[in-house]
């Protein structure tokens, strides 16, 4: 059975709050932990109505209060936001609150758009290179490494870094690093094959891997019928195209023949972003799983399902946990 992870945006809904969103989370972390789900990832967005999870270390501490054993983690810290020191203190301190079970994945998107990330870091001045060098940098704070400047707490503890990506660039970094390699076949799965090749021709056994550890991003939208899976689509389906179109907006309820109303183009955006998911029953879902393993052979999912409703989005969880597990319970033939 494929290890399965879960990545929460902290979804407010429309009519709801920021802070129901993190409730819902901490449901949601509560529910993954007990049907044996590896991890509950959170991610870095700015300035987006629909997204509560900007501060993402101060939430993941509220979640990991909430939760005893799943490891819990950022999907990513996008760290051009962020000097190392300041990350590195951060998640040295959830690690001390939480030994064994903190995960930080790093991105170079700034989660936002230019106005928000300006305001965020005052200075845009960059280079492709300084991601990597803000990663060594962070991995000598955490191994007392970094020449009389320390984080406390952090020094000394083992923190396992993840590099984020959805192009060539990082999975090259990751390889380089040894590090385990997330792509966001989620929403930008057009170069998923590529990078993940690269990244295991590439990979350099280190400290932390010996050797290389794909984790690839799927959308699973999983009910007791394909209708009802298909309609609470509709949700996120709306929020993307509202994102692409430059009007981010808080998740809507789901809109009953909103694919027929899209134009042409707008199907095809939907088409390419959630190409890697699997909407439909538990049958279908394991079926539309199943295709994408064999066809990608990733060491583990991270599994988001945007939901209007916080009981369905439960539930598609559990289906979906239940279906995998059928499969791995399938005997083979032959």
């Known amino acids: 059975m494929i290890p399965l992870s879960v990545l929460d945006l902290a979804p407010i809904v429309e009519g709801a709050t920021a802070g129901q969103a993190f409730r819902n989370s901490a449901g949601l972390a509560q529910l993954a932990e007990r049907l044996g789900y590896r991890r509950f990832w959170m991610a870095e967005h700015h300035s987006m109505p629909g997204i509560a999870s900007a501060a993402t270390a101060v939430v993941l501490a509220y979640v990991g209060s909430q939760t005893s054993n799943i490891r819990i983690g950022a999907g990513g810290i996008m760290l051009p936001n962020h000097a190392p020191l300041t990350v590195a203190e951060q998640f040295g301190t959830l690690e001390s609150l939480y030994p064994g079970r903190i995960d930080l994945g790093l991105g170079r998107a700034p989660g936002t758009d230019q106005a928000a990330a300006h305001a965020l870091r005052r200075n845009l001045a960059s280079d492709e290179n300084q991601f990597p060098r803000d990663v060594v940098e962070l991995q000598e704070y955490f191994r007392g490494e970094s020449g009389g400047v320390r984080a406390v707490p952090g020094e000394g503890l083992n923190i396992p870094l993840w590099i984020l990506g959805s192009s060539l660039f990082g999975a090259q970094l990751a390889a380089m690093l040894g590090l385990p390699y997330a792509f966001a076949s989620h929403f ?124 369905a989005r439960l539930k598609s969880y559990e289906l979906l946990m239940t279906a995998v597990q059928q499969t791995s319970e399938t005997p083979t033939t032959g």
Not at 197 to 224: C, H, T, W
Not at 247 to 276: M, N
């Open 188 to 311: 930008a799965p057009q170069m998923m094959m590529e990078a993940v090749s690269v990244y295991r021709e590439r990979f350099k056994p280190s400290e932390q891997l010996a050797k290389p550890y794909v984790m690839l991003g799927f959308n699973a939208i999983v009910a007791d019928t394909d209708e009802e899976a298909k309609r609470l689509a509709t949700s996120v389906q709306q929020a993307f195209v509202a994102l692409r179109t430059g009007r981010p907006i808080q998740l809507p309820p789901p809109k009953a023949g909103y694919l027929e109303e899209l134009p042409l183009e707008g199907r095809a955006l939907l088409r390419s972003i959630l190409s890697v998911s699997a909407i439909g029953s538990r049958e279908t879902a394991r079926h539309q799983l199943q295709q994408f393993v064999d066809r990608t052979k990733p060491d583990e999912l991270m599994v988001t399902s945007q939901v209007f409703d916080h009981e």
